[in-house]
């Protein structure tokens, strides 16, 4: 429901099919928004993917990630930009209704709203973490014409774009939900958490924490 929208898809040398639906969906399309097609000659991965999209084929301000397999609600992009214009933000998470397989829905993502109340700085993130996932984001290209490119050797970009966006103008959280985010055993970043012996360290750690916290 935005009117000056400029939408990129951009298929990472995928084969099974992927692009071919791609490319016979945009050849039916004949909205008012502006369509980019893209198709990488050899598998980049996450990281360096984004990497080539944002330098090479974006030509705005503002971006907003989707990922291939999440649903975007119709008034997601009208929603984001309010806010972008309003507070100024150098990086937003909405919340999302999680859907599994098959889109069934089984509860809001985000349940602790304290976090959704104000934009959030390096002190914040320092104390807090993070509490953003990568699917939901939306970004000023500010935090990529500043610090550069993500390093390849980063696993997962929202975390460290979401670091560079709360040395800038700060990370805000939207407490509307405004994509169905798909979660089950096949999920790509559940898959990666799971087999990093580094991020269960860490998660063993929080654990330690918070229970001294507690006591």
Request: aromatic residues 12%.
């Amino acid at each position: 429901d935005y009117p000056n929208l400029e939408v990129i898809i951009s298929d990472d040398a995928s084969t099974d099919g992927t692009f071919e639906i791609i490319e016979n969906v945009v050849s039916n399309y004949n909205g008012p928004h502006k369509v980019i097609v893209n198709r990488n000659n050899k598998n980049m991965g996450v990281i360096e993917h984004i990497n080539f999209v944002v330098f090479n084929l974006i030509n705005t301000q503002y971006f907003i990630l989707q990922a291939g397999d999440d649903i975007s609600l119709s008034n997601r992009v009208s929603e984001i930009m309010k806010v972008f214009i309003n507070e100024k933000p150098s990086s937003i998470c909405p919340n999302a209704i999680k859907i599994d397989e098959h889109n069934n829905e089984y509860g809001q993502f985000i349940k602790d709203n304290t976090i959704l109340e104000r934009k959030r700085y390096l002190k914040d993130f320092l104390i807090q973490g993070s509490n953003a996932f990568g699917a939901s984001m939306a970004y000023d290209i500010e935090i990529f014409r500043f610090f550069g490119q993500i390093p390849l050797t980063v696993r997962n970009e929202d975390f460290i774009l979401n670091a560079r966006a709360s040395l800038l103008n700060g990370m805000k959280f939207h407490n509307k939900n405004l994509i169905k985010y798909r979660i089950h055993e096949e999920s790509l970043s559940l898959r990666i958490y799971a087999d990093d012996k580094y991020f269960k360290k860490i998660q063993l750690l929080l654990q330690v924490f918070k229970n001294r916290k507690n006591n």
